[in-house]
C-alpha cells in the first residue's frame, strides 16, 4: 500500500483545513486508516482513526474540532480540521492499520510522505 497525503498549508488561527490521503492497492478499501502529526521535538501521536466500513475513533483532546471520513470508490481518506490552533502546527501523516470494536487503533508500517500544516496566531 502507498499512501499520498496532501492538502497541508499555512492557515491563521480559527481556520479550517481539510486533509486527503489517497492510498493505491486493491486493499486500502479494506483497511483502516490513521491520520497521526508530529510537532517538532515530540512524538508522534494518532490524531484520529477510520475503520474500513466508517466507524471513527478521535483524540480527546481533539472532539468537535477534527472530523475523519473515507470515500472508499476513491481510496482516499480525509481529515476536516476547524478551529484550528497554532498547537495544530505538525507534519499530518497517513496510516493504514487495523480498528478494533472498542476505538482502538493499531498502526502497520505503511505511512505517507506527510503533510505540514502551520497554524498562525
Known amino acids: 500500500v502507498q499512501l499520498q497525503a496532501s492538502g497541508g ?3 491563521q488561527a480559527g481556520g ?3 486533509l486527503s490521503c489517497a492510498g493505491s ?3 486500502f478499501s ?3 486508516a490513521g491520520w497521526y502529526r508530529q ?3 515530540q512524538q508522534r501521536e494518532l490524531v ?3 475503520s474500513s466500513d466508517g466507524s471513527t475513533s478521535y483524540r480527546d483532546s481533539l472532539k468537535g474540532r477534527f472530523s475523519i471520513s473515507r470515500d472508499n470508490a476513491k481510496d482516499t481518506v480525509y481529515l476536516q480540521m476547524n478551529s484550528l490552533k497554532p498547537e495544530d502546527t505538525a507534519i499530518y501523516y497517513c496510516n493504514v492499520g487495523r480498528y478494533y470494536t472498542n476505538g482502538y487503533y493499531y498502526p ?3 505511512w505517507g510522505q506527510g503533510t505540514q500544516v502551520t497554524v498562525s496566531s
Open 9 to 11: 498549508g499555512l492557515v
Open 48 to 50: 484520529a482513526a477510520i
Open 108 to 110: 502497520f508500517d505503511y
Open 16 to 18: 479550517s483545513l481539510r
Open 39 to 41: 510537532a517538532p521535538g
Open 25 to 27: 492497492g486493491s486493499t
Open 30 to 32: 479494506l483497511n483502516a
